[in-house]
């Protein structure tokens, strides 16, 4: 009986090392240093330093220096040994790694559970710039400003949002009175006149990303061209992210170039009238009438010319309400600040995964 327990219990561990990885039997340290690269003081330093963050706002943050990533994809090794390793607290188990591989010479940076949404994408591009020069050989400098990081992005995400990298969409719907859709150019400019963006409305609908720091940024619109049957509308002030609808409405008056336009021809005519009043009176042998065409001599008359000449236009502009702030990018949609947010992916146990990193160091 005890030859079965003892056959049964070397099965499942054999089981257990063949299903998951060796280094998921390793110790839940929260700086792990498999090559080398530090002294014993300095892995307890670092310690210290990460256990003092994971603590303060209840995830685990760690660092592993590894020797190499047993020849997988640096995504999916840090992704694994956090999963397999148990790292990770609350029910979404939720923290951030930090791997350098010294084999691969890369550096990745793995987010799971609340510390998806604390460190964006640009969160983490940020963070790697930031420890990249480190790693010509302070490896200690390095995860200390890593831990450093940790505390200042985890903080602003609780207390007021993640840093991110934010745009304000403009969006422009321009149309005739009849409703037609119409095809015009517009300029960003910021308030102090630099022209920061275009907005090409193609059938009615157009619209530009600025990016920005403040979500509340004053902007001009200038109209530099639209449909040759409308006249330019006037410029619009617009504060943050807007969305505007453009109706133009153009009146037309025809210009006849035989005889100076519809303005001045009505001018001339009523001149014309009372001349021609006063010399009927003066000769009494003209006589009416009755067809138009008998006061002109044949082949005498010749419309060479015509135009239509747009001599005034009306544009009425409306502001529409602003979205709420959206915290993913890319997509189409309307008018409304947004940030660029965390992208994600899937790893092998399963779980959700953000994250970053460089290589080549």
């Not at 400003?145 to 007021?160: E, F, K, P, W």
């Amino acid at each position: 009986m005890m030859k079965r327990i003892t056959k049964l219990f070397t099965i499942l561990a054999v089981a257990l090392m063949v299903c998951v990885p060796w280094r998921a039997l390793a110790q839940n340290a929260l700086m792990i240093d498999e090559y080398g690269a530090l002294t014993d003081t300095q892995i307890a330093q670092c310690e210290t330093q990460l256990q003092q963050v994971s603590d303060k706002y209840g995830v685990d943050v760690v660092a592993l220096i590894a020797s190499d990533t047993d020849g997988k994809d640096i995504v999916d090794f840090a992704d694994d040994y956090f999963d397999y390793n148990g790292y990770g607290r609350g029910t979404d188990r939720s923290g951030i790694i930090l791997v350098i591989d010294m084999y691969g010479r890369e550096m990745y940076i793995s987010t799971r559970g609340l510390c998806i949404d604390y460190f964006t994408d640009y969160g983490i591009e940020s963070i790697a710039d930031e420890i990249y020069p480190y790693l010509a050989g302070d490896f200690e400098g390095a995860v200390s400003r890593y831990a450093q990081l940790c505390d200042y992005y985890m903080n602003a995400a609780i207390t007021d949002k993640p840093i991110d990298i934010y745009y304000n969409r403009l969006y422009i719907h321009l149309s005739g009175e009849d409703g037609k859709r119409i095809n015009g150019h517009f300029s960003v400019y910021d308030v102090n006149g630099v022209h920061i963006g275009n907005i090409y409305v193609d059938h009615g609908e157009g619209y530009t990303d600025i990016l920005t720091e403040d979500t509340n940024a004053v902007y001009t619109i200038s109209c530099d061209d639209v449909s040759s049957k409308y006249a330019k509308p006037e410029d619009i002030t617009v504060r943050g992210s807007a969305e505007y609808d453009i109706t133009m409405t153009a009146a037309r008056a025809p210009y006849d170039v035989m005889t100076g336009g519809a303005v001045s021809g009505g001018a001339g005519l009523i001149a014309a009238l009372i001349g021609t009043g006063i010399m009927k009176s003066k000769n009494k042998s003209v006589r009416s009438k009755y067809d138009a065409d008998r006061y002109v001599e044949r082949g005498s008359f010749n419309l060479r010319d015509h135009r239509d000449y747009f001599l005034y236009s009306r544009t009425s502009r409306s502001a529409r309400p602003k979205e709420t702030e959206r915290s993913s990018g890319g997509g189409g949609g309307h008018g409304g600040s947004f940030s660029g947010g965390s992208s994600t992916h899937t790893s092998s146990s399963g779980a959700t995964h953000g994250g970053g990193g460089r290589r080549g160091f």
